[in-house]
């Protein structure tokens, strides 16, 4: 049994076994660190992903009879690490973070205590985190610290489906017994993220019912068609019960306008004498702009430029009003710059957790006893990780003014590439407002946005423009090494001259995340895809495309 002890921390806290410790630490701090280089995104080389190289790791895989050394489990894992996408400057395709130092160590001591953050008896650092983060971030939004309640949760997507079933169990409370109901119904906007698509599959409710709204230029949800659908669904005798409000769509950082979604649901069940409709702020992408929600834009402490404080101070308009929703997500691994998964779900009502909360019968292992006093019986997780041990470091760590420089930066970011970009290249659309994120999409001849975007081409001029976006995309990717750009396949939908239905448009992806994305990237940034764009336009000429090899 001695040799099974070497193989976990010391019971009383002695010199040798911490000295051991730190040493795999440090190599594998050290070890990656040698990877790093700041031109390329990857840690050292990648692997050679061939078609059977998952097939190959299959037959490789064996647990080893014996247990291999600590050393060799470090070099393994270092193995692993190799060819790994690292968020350094060149890094520009989505929200991915670079997780913070403070949140690395909050992490750490997440592990090294592991608390259960199901119950503070098994988890005393997480739950009392997880209180303190709550209240905190509720201050900040304005939800009532006193009555509002918040858990971490499995990302943003986790919070999408815990508050559709707080708003299934809210307005049908014997439906924990006797199944859902199947007339309730759902509205998101066209452009919103999957994650409600997912919880209408899993909750029951059914794809069926879950009706798409129509989106604005800005990419905000258009609210006649909102209310249209809804009076809809109420004269078919169907439960308007749900409304999914992004606070930033995933691809575009469109904002819905929750007032006005908000003052629509009162009207409704006013008109109607319906019940009141679950409004969820879908904020995983956009939630940190709250941080702004008290920023003196008069006195401008923090000295932002002025084309950066028009964005900040159109935020904050919108998201002072992310208070109105029944609840919303903070997701930090995207915006806020912490490991996956640091999302925190913030209920405005506590009040609200009663309908999902376990019966002290069901639950005979814990939270039952005279000791303990936060139990969290109501997340759909039992154990539970202690995630908000990370997000509180980081709120330590970065203040709100840290945060603030922090998001700044991405619109100041933003707002030189667009310039550069159109400056640059002449056949290019910005094809969406100034945000953290700028999409846009080049043509083969003449810049057509206007006549696309306003519904003046035919579906197989869209077509082409968009075949040319996806193939010139597949070009960028090959250097991906280099740069790393995103792109999609359904930045927003457009009329055509000759279709039935509205169709997609392709474009590509600027997503500058990490804090080494500076303005001063930003010419390295464009050159790299004016180059590969000659590149694509030359070889495109022939009769079929040329693969850079
Ligand atoms: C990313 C995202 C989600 C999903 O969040 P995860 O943390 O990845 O689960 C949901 N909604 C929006 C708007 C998002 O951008």
């Not at 010199?15 to 050290?30: A, G, M, N, P």
């Not at 101070?313 to 002072?320: N, T």
């Not at 109501?378 to 990370?390: F, I, K, N, P, W």
């Not at 306003?454 to 869209?462: D, Y």
Request: aromatic letters at 10%; glycine letters at 6%; hydrophobic letters at 35%.
């Amino acid at each position: 049994m001695k040799e099974i002890q070497k193989l976990f921390p010391s019971m009383d806290g002695n010199d040798v076994q911490r000295e051991e410790l730190l040493s795999y630490f440090k190599t594998i701090l050290t070890e990656i660190d040698e990877l790093k280089d700041p031109d390329k995104l990857t840690l050292g080389e990648m692997p050679d992903y061939t078609e059977d190289y998952y097939n190959r790791v299959i037959q490789k895989a064996a647990i080893p009879e014996a247990g291999v050394p600590m050393e060799k489990v470090v070099q393994q894992l270092l193995t692993l690490v190799e060819g790994h996408r690292y968020v350094n400057r060149n890094y520009v395709a989505n929200a991915a973070p670079l997780p913070n130092i403070a949140s690395i160590i909050g992490n750490l001591v997440m592990v090294l205590v592991n608390g259960n953050n199901l119950w503070d008896v098994e988890g005393p650092a997480a739950a009392t985190a997880e209180v303190e983060v709550t209240a905190m971030l509720s201050k900040l939004i304005g939800y009532d610290e006193n009555i509002s309640a918040g858990y971490t949760t499995w990302g943003g997507q986790g919070a999408v489906f815990n508050s559709l079933r707080l708003a299934i169990a809210r307005y049908a409370p014997s439906s924990n017994q006797k199944g859902i109901p199947q007339n309730l119904y759902c509205f998101c906007s066209e452009l919103s993220h999957y994650s409600l698509y997912k919880s209408v599959e899993a909750s029951g409710l059914g794809v069926e019912n879950l009706i798409r709204v129509k989106a604005n230029a800005d990419h905000s949800m258009n609210l006649e068609d909102l209310q249209e659908k809804i009076e809809q669904v109420i004269a078919n005798g169907g439960v308007p019960l749900y409304i999914l409000a992004t606070m930033g769509t995933t691809d575009t950082f469109g904002v819905d306008d929750i007032k006005g979604i908000k003052s629509i649901a009162d009207d409704v069940e006013h008109t109607y004498g319906t019940y009141p409709i679950y409004i969820h702020a879908d904020s995983a992408m956009g939630g940190m702009y709250t941080f702004f929600n008290h920023y003196n834009f008069e006195s401008n402490p923090l000295q932002f430029e002025e084309d950066v404080m028009e964005v900040l101070k159109s935020y904050q308009k919108k998201f002072e009003q992310i208070k109105l929703a029944d609840s919303m997500v903070f997701d930090f691994h995207k915006l806020g710059q912490t490991p996956y998964i640091t999302s925190l779900f913030l209920i405005k009502n506590r009040e609200n957790l009663k309908y999902v909360d376990l019966d002290a019968e069901e639950t005979p292992y814990v939270g039952n006893r005279g000791y303990g006093s936060y139990h969290t019986g109501y997340t759909l997780e039992c154990s539970r990780m202690g995630s908000a041990l990370s997000i509180y470091a980081s709120l330590l760590a970065f203040g709100i003014e840290g945060y603030q420089e922090l998001l700044a930066n991405y619109i100041r970011v933003n707002l030189k590439f667009r310039e550069t970009l159109t400056k640059e290249i002449s056949n290019v659309a910005v094809t969406n407002d100034v945000s953290p994120i700028t999409t846009f999409r080049f043509y083969p001849g003449k810049n057509k946005w206007d006549e696309e975007l306003n519904g003046r081409l035919t579906v197989e001029e869209v077509t082409e423009n968009n075949q040319f976006n996806d193939d010139l995309a597949e070009i960028l990717g090959i250097d991906r090494d280099t740069v790393f750009y995103g792109n999609t396949r359904k930045q927003r939908l457009v009329d055509t001259t000759n279709g039935n239905n509205r169709i997609s448009l392709y474009a590509h992806k600027f997503f500058a995340i990490s804090p080494y994305s500076t303005v001063e990237e930003v010419v390295r940034y464009v050159g790299f895809l004016k180059e590969h764009l000659e590149f694509f336009m030359k070889t495109r000429s022939g009769e079929h495309l040329l693969v850079k090899s």
